[in-house]
């Protein structure tokens, strides 16, 4: 298992500001990815984030809005820009093995976007 | 286009009673399935799993059962506890999807004491 911690756990924000959420991981891993929980909705999975190289965005989410960073094995941040309400959603970190084709998420942070 | 559905977001149940949540997938490729938990104000957990070539599998209290043909999954929870209370996720995945996890919305359990 991993153990993985996020911060802010939530934050209330402006429109047109950004927030930045760090994950910082407990071992080293090769991928990281990154989970947006709108109200009501599943988890959808934004992008991947690689070590060493970019991040890989899935369909509907671009770099310009979810910039991603991956200094090294065991932390990543994403930040959501140009904030407005409809951004207002969990944004999970995970990590997965996918040997036992496990995710393992962090805590959260709550996103509200007035 | 959503491959993983949880058609009932919530469900109560009395404690001591079974709890059965249920999960409907479309695509026949996915070779794992899962099922995590959540609580208010964390990440969700991982509970139990089951590979696509079984049909049922068992860890204490949960087991999860999978019928290929329908394409649908269950989780059994048996006895109910209030501590079950919770926001239960389906999942699946497999190398042949290109290992990236689908989930379903959600079914929030409540257990009755």
């Known amino acids: 298992s991993a153990v993985i911690s996020q911060k802010p756990s939530r934050d209330i924000c402006q429109r047109g500001t950004s927030l930045t959420i760090q994950c910082q991981v407990d071992?080293?891993?090769?991928?990281m990815f990154w989970y947006r929980q709108q109200p009501g909705q599943s988890l959808t999975l934004i992008a991947t984030?690689?070590?060493?190289?970019?991040?890989?965005?899935e369909s509907g989410f671009v770099i310009d809005k979810f910039p991603i960073s991956r200094p090294n094995l065991t932390f990543s941040t994403l930040t959501v820009s140009n904030l407005s309400p409809e951004d207002s959603s969990i944004y999970l970190c995970?990590?997965?093995?996918f040997g036992t084709g496990e995710l393992f998420f962090g805590e959260g942070s709550r996103l509200t976007v007035l | 286009d959503q491959q993983v559905k949880q058609n009932s977001p919530s469900l109560s149940v009395q404690e001591g009673r079974i709890s059965i949540l249920n999960c409907d997938y479309t695509?026949?490729?996915?070779?794992?399935f899962l099922w995590y938990k959540k609580y208010p104000a964390e990440g969700p957990t991982f509970l139990i799993s089951?590979?696509?070539?079984?049909d049922k599998n068992e860890d204490g209290r949960f087991t999860v059962f999978l019928n290929k043909s329908a394409k649908h999954l269950s989780l059994h929870i048996v006895p109910s506890q209030p501590g079950d209370s919770a926001v239960y996720f389906c999942?699946?995945?497999?190398?042949?999807?290109?290992?990236?996890?689908?989930f379903g919305t959600g079914t929030s359990l409540t257990v009755i004491p």
């Open positions: 089951i590979s696509s070539i079984k």
């Open positions: 995970s990590v997965g093995s």
């Open positions: 999942a699946a995945v497999g190398p042949r999807t290109g290992n990236q996890f689908y």
């Open positions: 071992s080293q891993v090769t991928m």
């Open positions: 984030a690689n070590q060493g190289s970019e991040a890989t965005y």
């Open positions: 695509n026949s490729m996915f070779d794992y």
